[in-house]
């Protein structure tokens, strides 16, 4: 069988994020959407996505196929049903689809003549931008059990204090020493060649992926992935990082999302609550306006490839674009639209040449190439992010 993740009724909601991704690139727990599902289905999956990311993204279709909606996370009960439906067959949880039977050519978009299955058991959904770390613990949970399951760990260093070690989880290459590791309110992964500075203290559930570096003395409370290839300092909690960016310096990310290539200057910081301890509202894409939270603690989404300065500050809520670089004293506004350039006291559009340039210089630095393709997509979304700019 041909199993193909599709965005979903809720892509809008995980903007600036599925901008630049399709939904099954997000980083939630150790893992992406997609890793997670390859993994249970021991298959390797293909996307149905925007038509801008298809070039970087594809779709391979067969004569039969399992179509995944992106926005659940799999786990062994569901993952059972999905390999067992079969022609004119569609899993659903509530209102949501999660999987259908399709024939090759076949576009459905009324389910009303299938056999509709309805999942009774728990099953995580992203269907918001804060879902990503105010459900990353339990994510970090079921990732952690399923990479671990039946291996050994690396041993702990003997200069390392930790709380519940049976908790703790040490791939090849990782290095550790002088650090301070507590897994007893959920489990800490270490990846391949990730590196934890001396003087750290981390409170788990952690998810430290291959290549990433926590720096001296950073302060770790969960629930906290830190992507690959990131390097992180200063004061953290419960964050997600999708990968190849930096916090490198002192400063406070909470409850926070940061996507690829974003660079968080030294001594700049967050708001996650309120001063006056009210719900927190967040820019949302479809409305145009912001929009309710549910939550009392939400910090700050930021796009790929954006970057802030020294001594930034952002407010309680913020969500900052694609491509956008913030600087200087006082607080940005609580939208900051992809492509913008400036801070507190105005912004001007930053021009894609001057954007790319930026853009190769740090990919470079890490070994990856700026395609003709990533361009495309970055000028794609500059096109389409043109009306919350003021040009």
Known sequence: ?????????????????????????????????????ESFLEYTTTTVTEDYLSDKFPMVEMEENIMINASFLPNTEVVEVIKNLSDNQALFKGE?????????????????????IEFEGDIL???????????????????????????KSEPIPATVK??????????????????????????????RDAEIMEGTVVRGPLALCNNSTLKLATKIYGPTTVGPHSKVGGEVNNSVIFGYSNKG???????????????????????????????????NYQTGGFAKTGLQFCGLMMGDHSKCGINTMFNTGTVVGVSSN?????????????????????????????????????MGRRNEEFTDID?????????????????
């Open 326 to 362: 913030i600087f200087g004293s006082g607080f940005p506004r609580n939208f900051v639209p992809s492509f913008s350039w400036g801070g507190s006291k105005g912004f001007v559009t930053y021009k894609t040449n001057k954007a790319f340039e930026v853009a190769e210089v740090v």
């Open 1 to 37: 069988m041909n199993y193909i993740l599709f965005d979903g009724p809720y892509r809008d909601n995980l903007l600036p994020f599925t901008y630049t991704r399709p939904m099954a690139e997000i980083r939630v727990g150790i893992l992406t959407i997609r890793q997670k599902w």
């Open 125 to 151: 959904k992203i269907e918001n931008t804060w879902d990503i770390f105010s459900k990353n613990g339990d994510a970090i949970e079921e990732d952690f059990n399923l990479i671990t399951n039946g291996r």
């Open 162 to 191: 930790t709380l519940n070690p049976e908790n703790i989880f040490i791939e090849k290459g990782a290095k550790l020493n002088f650090v301070t590791l507590n897994a007893s309110s959920g489990p800490i992964y270490i990846g």
């Open 96 to 116: 949501d689809v999660i999987a259908f039977f399709a024939k090759e050519g076949e576009e459905v978009s009324d389910f009303s003549n299938f056999e509709a």
């Open 249 to 283: 310096h002192d400063g406070f990310l909470g409850n926070s999302v940061l996507g690829e290539w974003c660079n968080i200057g030294a001594d700049s910081n967050n708001s996650n609550l309120k001063n006056n301890y009210a719900e927190v509202r967040l820019w």
């Open 375 to 391: 361009k495309a997509i970055l000028e794609h979304v500059f096109e389409e992010t043109k009306q919350y700019r003021r040009e």
